[in-house]
């Protein structure tokens, strides 16, 4: 965060905290700010090209999109293969997070996948389709219970 | 659950997902191209939000390129004691999401904080007041989507 410069800072805090839905959005930060339009969307430009920003959208529910069924997976996935089978299975639409993660002693499985279906058989389905086309012989399933907690986290 | 969202809709959620046009008017945008005006994406994506089919509308960030750590935990909460296992990790703003789940380990929570000394501390805290020494910790060391799909 030290690298940011100040008026970017409170940009990225203007944009988290008061992102309103409205016809100009960036017009009505800037003027609280005392920017220019152009400058605040040249700065988010910036900052998503840059990947500090990864995007502006929406969070969608999965369970209110149609699935209804959805599981943790973790995956022992060689390090050799592990940018093909994760970059491979980012691209489905099933897919919603998928990480590489630095496990403990003990724990081989370390590809983290989340996977939403619209039922428990087309989930299995779906884990056994991913299975057989890597070669993955060796993963772990936690089907989904019951959220506890889910929010966003406030960085600024 | 279908009916909640109809085809302009979703043409909308992909639009959003893919890429808000970043110009001055960037509902009129998402309007031209599919043929509607800038009142009716709006009051679309509101009532998106009001059927909780979205649950925000905003900026994502990057976490570690802010300066933060993150990480998957996981714990074993007997079944008699979910609750109140839930309630001493939820307590923190670090913990962004908890989930139950079949399986052994049947609780797991991600944490992001300002550095390791800070994930560590919670860490412990949470092992102190359940008096559970167990939690398995997963650093992120790359990661390839953080997206629901449409």
Partial sequence: MEYLDETTKKILKALQNDFKLERKPFKRIANELGLSEEDVISTISRCTDEGIIRRIGVA????????????????????????????ELAEMKEVSHC??????????YNLFVMIH?????ELDEIIKNISSRFDLKEYKVFNTVRELKKTSMKYF | MECLMDEKDHEILQILQNGFPLVSEPYKAIGDKLWIDEHAVISRIVRLLQNGIIRYVGPFYNSRKLGYNGCLAAINAPEDRIDEIAAVINRFDEVTHNYLREGTPNMWFTLLTKSREQQEQI????????????????TSKKFFKVKVDI
């Fill in chain 1, 99 to 108: 990480y590489d993660r630095e496990c403990p002693k003990g724990w081989d």
């Fill in chain 2, 123 to 138: 860490i412990n805290t949470i092992k102190t007041e359940t008096g559970i020494d167990e939690i398995l910790i997963f």
């Fill in chain 1, 60 to 87: 969608i529910k999965p369970q209110k999109a149609g699935f209804t069924s959805n599981a943790l997976t973790a995956w022992k996935v060689p390090q050799e293969i592990i940018h093909e089978v994760g970059s």
């Fill in chain 1, 117 to 121: 279906s619209q039922s428990k058989e």
